[in-house]
Each structure stands twice: as C-alpha cells, then as structure tokens.
C-alpha cells in the first residue's frame, strides 16, 4: 500500500474505531439502570458518533466558513422548530386539567386547555 | 473506449470553482434534509415526552441485535465512502473503485438485515393496527414512528446506493472521470448523511427500555 | 423608445436571442438554458393560474345568494379548496422566483447561467408532475379539506382524494427546494467581477432570501404531507386522538413550513416593487442597506411566527402570548420597506406607466393587508375574526392586492426584455387600474363581512351579509375581467408589438446592457462591475436646486 493510501486508511480507520467503540459504550449503557438518563447518555454518545462524521468524513473540519455557516444554519432552524413547538407541548401538559376524564366515544376530550 | 464525459459544465469557468459550487450546493440540501427527518424527530420527542413508559415499553421490542449490527455496517461503509472520496482526489482510482464498491455492499446488507428485521417485526404483530401486539394506544405511535422513520431512511439509502453504484460502474468503465469530480464529493456527502441520521435514529428507536 | 447610449455600455451580443436558439420541442423540453425555464415555469403557473381563477369564480358565483343554490355542499368545499391548493403551490409560491427570479438573477449578477441547470430544467419537470398529480386529484372527484388538510379530517374523515392531492404538493415542494439550492449557490458562486453583496439589486437580495426559506421551511411541508398520506392510507396513527395522536401537532408542523410560505409569497413581490420604483421615480433607492436587512429580517423572524395561526385551536396560552409578541416585531422590517420605497419617490420624477401603477398599487394594497395582519397578530382580536373572512380579506390584500399585483408589475417592466417587444401601454395602464378597482371591490366588503361574523368557506350564510358578499362577487367579476386583458394585449405585441431596443425603459442594473432579448451566453463579454445599483441620481443631487440654477421659475 502506498504511503498515501496508508494515510488516508488511517486517519479515517481511527474515526472507524472511535465510533465502534462508542457503539459498543452506548450498547452497554442501555442496559444500565440510569432512569432518565438513559436517553440521556444514548443521545449524548450519538452526538459525539454525529459529530465525528461530520467534521471528519464530511470533512467539515477542514471546510471553510461558508460550509460551517450553511450547516449551523440548519441545525439553528431545527432548533427553532423544536423550542417553539416544545414549548406549546409542555405548557399544555401543565395547564392540564388535573382531573382525568372519561372519554366516551361521542366526545374526544385533548388533555389541552379547555 | 470513448473518452470520459468532461467534468467541467457550463456555467462555470474553472473546475476548482464548479466543485466548490456543488459541495456548497449539497451542504445546503442537506440542511434541508435536516429538518426534513428533524420534523419526525419532533413528533418523536412530542410525544415521547406525553408518553414516556409506555415509549420505553414499546422500545423494548424493537430488535436490538438487528439494530446494533445494521449500526455497525453503516459506520463501516460510511468509512468505505471516506476513503473512496480522498481516494479519488488524491487520484487513487483503483481504491476508490474499490472502496464505492465495498459501500454499496455494506448498503445492501443494510437493507437486507433491515428486510428480515421488518419480517420479523410483522410476525410479531408490530404493525400498528386491529393485531397490534401491545396493549397501550401510546404504543402504536411509537411503532408508526418506527415504520415511517426506518422507512424513509431505508428510501433514502437506497437512492444513496444508486449514486454510488452509479459512480462505481461508471467510474470503473471509464465513462465518468473520479479524479476531481464534483459528484464524488457530493455523493460522499449525501451517503454520509443517511449514516448520520441512522447515529441518530439508533438510541431513540432501539435502545429504549433495556435497563 | 429608443435606446439610450450610457457610458460604459457593454458590447451589444452578435449571436442569435435565446428565443431563437432552437426551434424544435426538446430544444425547450430539455433546456438548460435559465431563460426558457422560466418561460416554460410561466405558461405553466398561467395555466395554473387560471384553473384557480375558474374555481373560485364558481365560489364567488354561489355566493352571490344565502343559499346554497348554485353548487353542493360538497362541490362548493371542493372548489375553494382546489382554489387553495392550486394557488398557494402551484402559483404564488413558485410565480416571481421561478418566472423573474430564474430569468433575471443570472443576468442581473453578470453570470452565464444558474448554478446546476440540470437541476433547474428538473425542477420544472417536478412541479409539472406535481401539477398532473393534483389535476388528477381534481378530475377524479375533487378533495374537500381545505388547502390546509387539518388532521383528524384529512387522515380519517374526508372521503376525497386527500392523497393524490398531498402527493402533488409534496412533489412540487421539493420543485421549491431545487430552486432555492440554485438560487443561493448561484448567487454565492457566480457573481460577476466587482458585482459585490452591497452592489447587488434588492430583486436579487429578495430571490436569495426567499431560497433561504424555500430550503429550511418546505422539508417541514414534505414531511407533514407524508404523515398524512400514511396515516390516511395504511393507517398507521399519527394525528389519531383514539392513540394519543395530537392533532395539533400536525398544525405545528403544517404551519411552520405555511407560515414562512407566505413569506416565500410576498419576498420577491418585494424585490420587483424595489426595482420597478427606482425606475420609474428617477431615484436610488432610500436606505439600500435598511431594505437589505428588512428583507433577511423578514426571512428568519418568519420562521418565529407560526402560531398565530392556532391561537384557538387549543394552542396553549403561554405559546400563544410569544407567538402573538413575535408577530408584531415581523411587521417592523416590513413597515421599514414601506417607508423606505414612500422615501424614495419623494422628489422623484414619477413616470406613470403600466409598471409603476402595478407597484404604486403594490405600495397601497401590501399596507393594507400588513396592518390588518397586526389586528390578527392581537389575541383578543383574532378570537373573534378567526375563520372569518377578515382573515381571508387580510390575506388576499397581501397574496393578491401585493404579490399579483408585484407580478404584474414585473411582467409589464421586463417584458420587453424578456420577449423583445413593447405592449401598447394605454390598455396595460387601463388593465391595470381596473385590476386596482375590481380588487378593492372584491376585497374590501370581505374585511366588513368578516368583522361582523361571516364565516370564511361556508357557502351558507345568514342574508344580513348578502349585501357584503354581492359587492364582493361583483367585484370579482370586474377582476377577472382585468385578469383576462394581459394576455390579450400581450400576446398581441408577440407578433404586432415595436421591437424593444436594448433598454427601453432607460434603466439602470445589468440585464439591461445586455439586448432585448437576451443571447443565450446573457452578455457578449463578461461584465465588470465598478459602481451600486439604482444610478438614476448621483449622490448629493436635489432636483430643486438643480432647475433653479438653471433660472427654472418652478
């Protein structure tokens, strides 16, 4: 194998590795008893595995700011779908009305503000 | 043989220019197609947070074994890809040709363990519906979400394997150029992607509910 | 008209128009070239346009009377919303970017082309299937949900081709994405030398920021569509209440990528009325940087303000209260280009013609609807006019009174362009102050019905509104009359009309150093830009003082 294609099995053969042994951490996480945590670290780790292939494969790492802002940018406007939608779902709940209704078939009552 | 289709296209002058367009281009879909799987994620997390035993309950089920090597085979190609994209800049195309092919191998097994995994699914009566195995109503959603999600990903690799099969083909019959092509990049990245939303996909879909 | 020589004038192109480029169908079939996609996007969205226009004629037909005499209940839900859907998606939405947008952006940065013209020429071909797939849709019996779909009707409810009407929009919205990649890697990557962000035409600016919105709000539309079809086809519980499936959840969604739609609707408009006022009033624009920022302003606080849609859909009140804060502050850069386009006819040398009535008409009608829009933005307000027709009044102001009357005005100014001919502007004057009347008359009872209580798509209504729904189905009638006048005299200057020099209207911006129309390669040499757009008045230059050193007595 030539000195260049060592370099590039290489550099990304170790990314390949990271992302294995992280596989197997998450998997083995899954089976501790964490409560909330669980999604927690499951989420955490497949940001980390995210993270390596974008920088690395995607090269992200090494592109220019233009690249950078165009993937900020979504993942910014993500956010904005989420935080704003959350924050309706969440605030529903807690407006709830604590007394749980029967729900018959003639009137679908929405745990929402009635 | 008929030379290679030239790379360089109209409107642009220089190919260094070109490439930068359709990596510039590709990044930009692919934010698109960020909030394309992150609308499915919201409705995930939407309703994971008005249900959450009965979510880890359901995610019980999924097959973890299915799921963790399917996880590992993607990884795995998108490494091929890696290597097959700075493979062909550094104009190694012996091991580029070879590296797409090996993607698409992976890609295929991808699809066929996610086929026996799906058959699986149905004999246990996991399709949402009049048989549906568990009892909460919370849990057809969470198994909706299962079947869309796996699905539309499983779409989206499968037009991943085309632009890389086509790539491999073509590259090895010498009818496109691989050295500074634009469509590696992009291809690369588009594969890459459809690995990243599988990371993303793996914990929330399988590793629920196995503490 | 005649050409007027300015200094540093390119070269004019010795090779034969883009029109005359190829005579044979695949030659436009399958173009690359950007200027004959946008011709084949504009018979297209014409047709589309029409189809609409029929629909609801039908709807303003029936409501001439309180009763439902003329249609069915079913029939008349059909028609408002195939009016809905074929508007919204397969006119407004792709009208100025992918008929002006992808003719003028190359030329007015100096390029060759758009970025990917492959891609371009499909993206045309997926809003041609998309169109199929809705006609379909139509042909077949019509989908009665509104152009909305809410959930549980669509997905559970309705007994109409929900389906094939979603997969005709889902199809045309990734038409919308496609060109949105283009228009922004275009403009990243292939201005011409010297064309600077800060030298870019505001028509321009406005093209990019409505890519930016097509990018980052259509995925949303996609997505929801395909969980309607899934839900409504094989079942799988989405939306479902019976399963804890939250309706509201589909609003979210629905009108995250809706709302910014809307935005994608009335940008462009924008960027035509900024172009066509400079022109016609002498005069650099006021506050080129201001309108700049107005616009992406616009682009990205759109994206905050979708729940003003669900402010009585069970939305909670907390998320109401932001949503209704946010939506004030989206009116601000708004209001800034509306001051700023009033500041820049302020001393001007105002020229009547046919564009400048479009976007004078613009200027009129596009406030009117924002200010009504900030009565919807207030909670207590919107309680009580919500699903009415002042919701619908509002919205016409803005889609109709704002971007038609904008597309109008960008047809009728680079027309000559585009097509090498000049109309004869006495009947394009004529068009359009009928348009302008026919409009207010259609519209402007619909604001009165609506704050008194009629409910928007009922088509049976209590008789004290007959009187508000008359007026408005008359003035329709005197609209689509209006409507029907451009074609005609346009279609007349194809083949009768004086051939147009190079720039006819004396303008300044790059299109216009090239002839009318245009070659294939957009300009015989590349050009290079050394000064801003909008030169129609040097720096410091008062006309005042200008005429009375010349001992002018005025």
Known sequence: MSAEAYAIWRKNGLVWLALLVLLGLTFSAAHLSLGVFNVVVGLVIAGIKVALVVVIFMGLGRSDSLIRLVAATGVFWLAILFVLTLTDVIASRHTQNPHPQQATHQEQSLPRNR | MSAPTKVLRAPWKELARQREGATFGIWVFLASELLF????????????????????????????????????????SSLTMAVAAQAAEADMRRLTIWCLGATVLLGLMFLVFKGFEYAEDIEKNLVPGVNFALQEPAAQIFFALYWIMTAIHAIHLTVGLGLVGRLAIFGALRR?????????????????????IWIILYPLIYLMGRS | MTDVAVGGELPI????????????????????????????????????????????????????????????????????????????????????????????????????????????????????????????????????????FYTPFSTMFSN??????????????????????????????????????????????????????????????????????????????????????????????????????????????????????????????FGYDFMVYAMVGIAVIGFLVWGHHMFVSGQSAYASIVFSFLSF????????????????????????EAPMLYALGFLGLFTIGGLTGLFLASIPIDVHVTDT?????????????????????????WWPKITGRLYPDPWAR???????????????PQFIAGYLGMPRR?????????????????????????????????????????????????????????????????????????????????????????????????
């Open chain 2, 37 to 76: 799987f992150g609308s499915l994620l919201l409705l995930y997390t939407a309703y994971r947070v008005a249900n959450p035993e009965v979510f880890i309950a359901a995610g019980r089920e999924t097959d973890l074994w299915y799921g963790t090597v399917n996880t590992a085979a993607l990884m795995t």
């Open chain 2, 176 to 196: 496109i150029q691989l050295r500074d092509n634009p469509e590696v990049e992009v291809t690369a990245l588009y594969w890459h992607l459809v690995d990243v």
């Open chain 3, 13 to 148: 192109p010795r090779d034969p128009s883009y029109l005359g480029a190829g005579y044979t169908v695949s030659s436009w079939l399958a173009t690359t070239d950007h200027k004959r996609i946008a011709l084949l996007y504009a018979v297209t969205i014409t047709f589309f346009f029409f189809l609409g226009g029929i629909a609801i004629s039908l709807v303003r037909l029936d409501l001439f009377t309180p009763t439902g005499d003329l249609l069915s209940d079913d029939t008349y839900n059909k028609l408002f919303t195939f009016h809905g859907v074929v508007m919204v998606w397969f006119f407004m939405v792709p009208s100025i970017p992918a008929t002006f947008g992808n003719f003028l952006l190359p030329l007015m940065i100096g390029a060759r082309d758009v970025a990917f013209p492959r891609l371009n020429l499909f993206s045309w071909y997926l809003i041609l299937i998309g169109g199929f797939c809705t006609l379909y849709a139509l042909i077949a019996g019509g989908v009665d949900t509104g152009w909305t």
């Open chain 3, 160 to 285: 109409t081709h929900v389906i094939a009407a979603a997969l005709g929009v889902f199809i045309a919205g990734f038409s919308s994405i496609a060109t949105g990649v283009n228009f922004i890697a275009t403009t990243h990557m292939l201005r011409a030398p010297g064309m600077t962000w800060f030298r870019l035409p505001l028509f321009v600016w406005a093209i990019y920021a409505t890519s930016l919105v097509m990018v980052l709000a259509t995925p949303v539309l996609a997505i929801t569509l395909v969980l309607v079809i899934v839900e409504r086809w094989l079942h799988l519980p989405i939306f479902n209440p019976e399963f804890g499936g939250d309706p509201l959840l589909f609003q979210h969604l629905f009108w995250f990528y809706s709302h910014p739609a809307v935005y994608i609707m009335v940008l462009p408009a924008m960027g035509v009325v900024s172009e066509v006022i400079t022109c016609f009033a002498r005069r650099r624009v």
């Open chain 3, 329 to 352: 502050v989206v009116a601000v850069p708004s209001a800034i280009k509306v001051f700023n386009w009033t500041a820049t006819l302020y001393r001007g040398q105002i020229g009547f």
């Open chain 3, 389 to 413: 027709y002042f919701v619908v009044a509002h919205f016409h102001y803005i889609m109709v009174g704002g971007t038609v009357s904008a597309y109008f005005a960008g047809l009728h100014y």
């Open chain 3, 430 to 444: 004529f068009a359009a102050i009928l348009m302008f009347f026919g409009f207010n008359f259609t519209f402007f």
């Open chain 3, 458 to 554: 009922y088509h049976v209504y209590p008789p004290e509104f007959q009187v508000y729904n008359v007026l408005s189905s008359a003035g329709a009638f005197v609209l689509a009359a209006a409507y029907l006048l451009p074609p005609l005299y346009l279609g007349w200057s194809l083949i009768w009309g004086t051939r147009a020099g190079r720039n006819p209207w004396n303008a300044t911006g790059l299109e216009w150093k090239t002839s009318s129309p245009p070659p294939r390669e957009n300009f015989a040499a590349p050009p290079h830009v050394e000064e801003g757009p909008y030169q129609y008045h040097p720096e410091g230059f008062a006309p005042e003082r200008h005429y009375r050193s010349q001992g002018d007595a005025a």
